[in-house]
């Protein structure tokens, strides 16, 4: 079974300062990655996706991702975050099961940007 | 109307009430899943359809969960005898078979508080 571990809670960051945003799945295959953005009250919005091609894949709003797969690893980034920013972020994984995806999401990332 | 819309947003009741969330998907798509997510937690994976046939359940979904999406079109999730763990915002989303990635796209939820 696949499983995600976002090991931070909670982040801080100034507006203008650049993010990192941490996640390592466990999947014994080639996984689909998925980083989505969740703002209070709200559903989720895909950010980005990876299943294979180039590492370094590019998402909405100016985040992109870098998957590794020696460290198990789909960390977002972006160079230059807006306040707006201030969301809740979930990494998942996807993996074929009986012919469909089953997404397994992860704890989940909460995002807050000073002035 | 582009997205997954979900109806009601809120719904607050007394312990020990029946519950009845719909879930209308993207036109198209035949696929529809249901999730719940707790506080604090990343969405669980609750059901399946394909089309109008529910082809896999989570032992989350106690016998008190029903789901039913007739002629393969909207979905509705009840919860009979509501306790007060069921207090949680419940996600539907939507994909079609085929497309990369099987992308699923998420509605803004019903946050449900079982008093």
């Known amino acids: 079974a696949q499983s995600v571990t976002q090991p931070d809670i909670h982040i801080t960051v100034s507006e203008g300062a650049s993010l990192e945003l941490r996640c390592n799945y466990s999947?014994?295959?080639?996984?689909?990655l998925f980083w989505y953005v969740q703002s209070p009250g709200q559903g989720l919005q895909l950010l980005l996706k990876?299943?294979?091609?180039?590492?370094l894949v590019q998402g909405i709003k100016g985040f992109e991702a870098e998957f590794k797969r020696s460290q198990s690893s789909f960390n977002l980034r972006k160079p230059s975050v807006h306040w707006s920013d201030a969301a809740e972020y979930f990494c998942a994984v996807g993996a074929r099961s009986g012919g469909y995806q089953k997404v397994t999401f992860g704890t989940g990332t909460k995002l807050q940007v000073i002035p | 109307d582009t997205g997954v819309s979900q109806d009601p947003r809120h719904k607050i009741t007394k312990r020990g009430q029946n519950v009845t969330f719909r879930c209308d998907p993207i036109?198209?798509?035949?696929?529809l899943y249901w999730y719940r997510q707790t506080l604090g937690q990343g969405p669980e994976f609750l059901t399946y359809f394909q089309n109008e046939a529910q082809l896999e359940k989570s032992r989350l979904l106690s016998d008190r969960f029903s789901a039913e999406r007739p002629k393969g079109s909207f979905s509705t999730l009840e919860i009979q005898r509501t306790e007060q763990g069921d207090s949680a915002m419940y996600l539907c989303?939507?994909?079609?078979?085929?497309?990369?990635?099987?992308?699923?796209?998420f509605g803004p939820g019903t946050r449900l508080t079982v008093l």
């Open positions: 990876y299943f294979s091609g180039d590492t």
């Open positions: 999947y014994g295959a080639t996984p689909y």
């Open positions: 989303a939507s994909s079609l078979d085929g497309t990369p990635y099987n992308e699923q796209f």
């Open positions: 036109s198209e798509h035949n696929r």
